[in-house]
C-alpha cells in the first residue's frame, strides 16, 4: 500500500511523510531509515555545526536524503549551504526567515526547495520566491514556531499557494493525522515529535521515555531554553517543550534567568549530560499523547501509512 | 447526500455539524436555520440574559435545537438551566467550568449534555461526570479558548474518551475542517466564526464584512476585551478576536486598561453602537481566511457538507 499524492511525485518517494530536520536530534540515521521506509528523512542543519552535518550525511549512508536548516542562522554560514548541496539532497528545507536569498541556488543544484511558514502571508511571499513546497507550521508543533495553530493554517495555505504542494506540519502524531492533512487538501505531512521519540533519534533515552509518556496537555512555548543555550532566535518564534521544573522556574522571569545566565549555563550541561529531564528541554510539541513509544524509524512510517489508509476509509465512510 | 456518524445518530440530525452557541451571536434564527438545513443549532445562552434566551427560543420556532451555557456563569444563575430545559432542548452544551453539577437534570430532561473542553485531562473529566458528547476545543477557535491547538487535541480526546463522540471546535471554517475532523475520528464538528458571519447571526453587518475580508493570520486571544465589558473569566480563558486598534492600544497594558476603564467603556459602547469594527470586537478565529462571503446559514451547512464530501473522497483517493 502507497499514498501518493502530489507530493510524493515531486520528490520521487512512496509515502508523503517527511521527518523534521530537527537541530541535534535529526541525524543521518534518522533521516536514512525515513527514506528507506519510503518517505523523505531531513537532517537537521539546525545551529551548522559542519563538522556534525558532515558526519550525518555519511551516517545516511545510500540512502536518499535531505537537510533543513534555521533560515536566520544560515545567514551568517551561508557556505553551509554550498557544503550541503554537494551532498546532492533531495531536497533542501529553509525555514524562520526569508528563504528568497537561496532558492535560486538550491533549485540550480537539483534539489527541491521546501519552505516552512506560520502564516498565510509568509506561505504567499515563499511562493512568490519561487519555492518548491510549502510547509505550513502550526503552533502544536514541538521546537520552534510561532502563534498560529495548524487546524485552520492548512486549508488556508492551500488555498493562498495551490497548485504549490502544501505538507502540513505541527501535531502530526500518527496516521489519522496524515489522514486529515490529506482531507484539508494537504499533499503530505512533516512529523516531529513523533520522530524524536524514535530509536534512531539524538535525544536522549530519558527524553524519549518522557515524550513516550507525556500528555499534550503539558507543553509550553517559551524563550527560556533558547536563552540558556544562547541562541537569538527572533520574534516571533519560540520553542515548544514539554513544561518541567525548568521551564516553571524560568518561564515569566526571563530577566532573573539572564542575570543568573552563567550558573544557569553550567548546571543546564550537567542535566544534559545526566539526561534529566526535568531540567533538559524535551523538545516536543502537543501531538505527545499520540506518542506511546520509543520505536524504530521506519517502523513508525509504516504504522503511520497504515493508520492513514484506515482513516482515510474511515473517513469517505461517513459519506452516506 | 448525508454525512452519517455516531453524533448524527445521537442527536437525530441528518449531519454532524453544530453551530457554536455563540454569546449574544447565536440567537434563535441562526439555531433554527442550521437545525432546518439538518444541522444541529445551539442558541448561546452565554451571560445569561433571561429575557433575551426567552425570545430566542421564540425565534427558533418549530426548529429543534439546542442551548449553550459558560459554565461558571451559569453557576450563578442556576435557574437558567431550569427555564432552558423546559423548553425540552435537543442539547445543553457547557462550557468553561466544572459541567458535573448539571449533567443528571440535562439528562433528566431527555437532552444529550454536550461538555466542551480544551484539554485531554478534561476531556477525562468530562467523560466521567456523565457527558453524553465531548467537544475538543482548540485555541484556533474564536471566542473563549485556552491553549492547546486543535490539530493534535481531537485524536488525543477521541483516545482518551472514546467510544463517546467527539466533535472538534476551533479552525473549523469548511468543509475540508469537517473531513479532516472525521478522518481524525472526531463524530463532527462545531463550528463558530463561520456562522458569525451568515446572515442570522446577531453580528453587526461591519463585523460580518469584516469577518469575511480578514485573515487569521491576523486574530489574537486576550483578555482585553472581556475587562472592558466587565466579565471575570478565570484563568486560562481568553477572548480571540480580530486584532484591531484596540486590541493594539491595550493588549499588553491591561492596568492602563483597568485605570481607565470607566472612560473606555463609554467609548466602547459607543463603538459597539456604530458597528466600528477597529474597536467593538470581532469575534472570530484562525478559521477567518476561509470565511469570504456572508451567506444564510442553512447554505453555509449545504456547502460544508458538500466541501466535506468532495475532500473525503479526494483525501481516500489518495489510496494507491
Redesign the interface.
Known amino acids: 500500500?502507497?499514498?501518493?499524492?502530489p507530493l510524493t511525485t515531486l520528490l520521487g518517494i512512496e509515502h508523503?511523510i517527511l521527518s523534521a530536520p530537527m537541530a541535534g536530534v535529526a541525524g543521518g540515521a534518522l533521516a536514512g531509515a525515513v527514506s528507506q521506509a519510503g518517505g523523505l528523512g531531513l537532517i537537521g542543519g539546525g545551529y551548522i555545526d559542519p563538522d556534525w552535518i558532515e558526519r550525518e550525511w555519511a551516517a545516511a549512508g545510500n540512502a536518499r536524503v535531505g537537510i533543513g536548516f534555521i533560515t536566520w542562522r544560515l545567514e551568517a554560514a551561508p557556505a553551509a549551504l554550498d557544503a550541503a548541496l554537494a551532498h546532492r539532497p533531495a531536497a533542501v528545507m529553509l525555514s524562520f526567515g526569508d528563504p528568497a536569498p537561496y532558492l535560486e541556488r538550491i533549485r540550480a543544484a537539483g534539489a527541491v526547495a521546501i519552505c516552512q511558514v506560520q502564516?498565510?502571508?509568509d506561505a504567499r511571499r515563499a511562493a512568490e520566491a519561487g519555492a518548491g513546497v510549502i510547509v505550513a507550521q502550526?503552533?502544536?508543533a514541538g521546537g520552534h514556531g510561532a502563534g498560529?495553530?495548524?487546524?485552520?493554517?492548512v486549508?488556508?495555505v492551500?488555498?493562498?499557494v495551490g497548485p504549490l504542494p502544501v505538507v502540513?506540519a505541527?501535531?502530526?502524531?500518527?496516521g489519522?493525522?496524515l489522514?486529515?492533512?490529506?482531507?484539508?487538501?494537504a499533499a503530505g505531512v512533516l512529523v516531529g515529535s513523533r520522530f524524536y521519540a524514535s530509536r534512531e533519534a539524538q535525544a536522549s533515552p530519558q527524553a524519549k521515555d518522557r515524550a513516550a509518556a507525556a500528555?499534550?496537555?503539558h507543553t509550553i512555548q517559551s524563550s527560556v531554553y533558547d536563552r540558556v543555550r544562547g541562541f537569538a532566535w527572533p520574534a516571533p518564534f519560540r520553542l515548544r517543550t514539554l513544561r518541567n521544573r525548568f521551564t516553571e522556574r524560568w518561564h515569566g522571569s526571563e530577566a532573573a534567568l539572564d542575570d543568573a545566565i552563567e550558573a544557569v549555563r553550567a548546571d543546564y550541561a550537567r542535566a544534559v549530560a545526566a539526561g534529566d529531564t526535568e531540567e533538559a528541554a524535551v523538545v516536543i510539541?502537543?501531538?505527545?499523547?499520540?506518542i506511546r513509544d520509543v520505536a524504530p524509524a521506519g517502523e513508525l512510517v509504516r504504522r503511520m501509512v497504515d493508520e492513514a489508509?484506515t482513516?482515510?476509509?474511515?473517513?469517505?465512510g461517513?459519506?452516506?
Not at 489522514?179 to 487538501?185: E, K, N, P, S, T
Not at 510539541?285 to 499520540?290: F, K, Q, T, V
Open positions: 500500500m502507497a499514498l501518493r499524492t508523503p502564516s498565510v502571508a502550526g503552533a502544536d498560529r495553530g495548524t487546524f485552520a493554517l486549508p488556508a492551500v488555498d493562498a502540513a505541527g501535531g502530526v502524531g500518527d489519522r493525522g489522514a486529515a492533512a490529506l482531507a484539508m487538501g500528555s499534550g496537555d510539541g502537543e501531538a505527545a499523547d499520540l489508509e482513516a482515510l476509509r474511515a473517513g469517505s461517513c459519506i452516506a
